[in-house]
């Protein structure tokens, strides 16, 4: 991961570079596009556009013969002057994007090879040892005459269930709630005064 990042970083680097040594030279171009459009004679804004590609194309090639890359330098040319005014003596659009995108990169990635490198140090320090300590052993205890006796287990008993009741008390029991609605008097009359 660190070599991506460092290629990344220096590709950057370089664009970066390369877009500042041709943004230094292009005063000369930008006057040549300036007196294009203050001009009101065709021909005139003709010969500065002109001039104005020429001077382009020369910064071109010495900023990329500065940093060998002059195999990147082209002969392409714009067609028109509309061109020429709104296209020479700037960086194509696609690196400004890319130089505006990528602003922060450089600084970002030296924090987090800093950090990678903390960390990988903090990995490789000395640990402390720490020793098993084994437990001293228990004496051993007397020979016995008679094997040890066994721990006796309890064992569960399923809970009693009741019994259901049969059809006598059943018949018993709905007399008795049916004399326990009965009116005290008329309880009295059929069960008798002693009861």
């Known amino acids: 991961m660190i070599k991506y990042v460092l ?47 020429q001077e382009d ?21 714009y067609a028109y002057d509309s061109e020429v005014l ?20 450089t600084s970002l990635s030296l924090v987090w090879l800093a950090y990678s490198a903390v960390t990988w140090l903090w990995s490789k320090r000395s ?8 437990p001293p052993s228990s004496p051993s205890s007397p020979p016995r005459s008679e094997p040890p006796k066994g721990v006796r287990k309890r064992v569960q008993r399923p809970p009693k269930v009741p019994k259901p009741p049969t059809r006598e008390q059943k018949s018993l029991m709905n007399n008795l709630s049916k004399l326990a609605n009965l009116s005290p008097k008329l309880r009295d009359r059929i069960m008798g005064e002693d009861v």
Do not use: M
């Open 127 to 134: 640990k402390p040892v720490i020793k098993h300590v084994t």
């Open 57 to 77: 194309q020369r910064l071109t090639l010495e900023t990329l013969s500065k940093y060998k890359l002059g195999f990147l330098a082209t002969n392409a040319t």
């Open 7 to 53: 290629f990344f970083v220096a590709c950057r680097y370089l664009i970066q570079s390369v877009s500042n040594t041709y943004l230094e030279g292009t005063s000369r171009c930008r006057e040549l596009l300036a007196f294009a459009k203050e001009t009101d004679i065709e021909s005139a804004r003709n010969v500065y556009c002109f001039e104005a590609v």
């Open 86 to 105: 709104e296209h020479a003596c700037k960086l194509p659009w696609y690196i400004s994007e890319l130089l505006e995108w990528t602003a922060g990169v």
